[in-house]
């Protein structure tokens, strides 16, 4: 199923609106209610909403998560909270969310270069999801985690650079 869906960003005013988002028992993630209360400094929320049912989940974006996580690159920009809502859930919102993620985060934060997250061992249908959207994963694991060892992923923010073409190619066209 295609979800539509689209990504916003939401300021600390608000986000009391992000408080009745659940998961169901057992899923390796907090409820809205508790991931808001996370103070994180220069943590940044996001809302996601589905265009026909609206609210469908959140997320939290953190630009100095290279300070927090040694296996991090200095440019990457940590995915923290992942949440889509229970009620939204086998809906294809997840798998929306990670095909947009990395041109709305590369555009929220054009000094990064990768997206980084992880995802707990425990956790294949999410890992799934992260993959299926070209989310990479090189054996990494990250053993710090609250909830068990993680699955380091990440993706790139930027496009690919284009070849360019120049007077002096090496094509046997050239002349």
Known sequence: MNAVIS???IPPERLHELAGLTQYAGQYANDG???IRDDTPELSF???IDRERGLAGMFKL???YPERH???HPTDLGLRG???DSAFQGLGIGGAVMAALPAYAGALYPEKQRLVLTVNLLNPIAYRTYRGAGFRDE???YSGGSRGPQHILWADLRPPERPT???KSSSPRSG
């Open 82 to 84: 992942m949440l889509v």
């Open 165 to 167: 073409c120049s007077e």
């Open 7 to 9: 990504l916003v960003p």
């Open 70 to 72: 040694d296996f991090a």
């Open 139 to 141: 054996g990494q694991i």
């Open 46 to 48: 996001h809302a996601i």
């Open 33 to 35: 209610a508790v991931m």
């Open 62 to 64: 953190d630009p100095l």
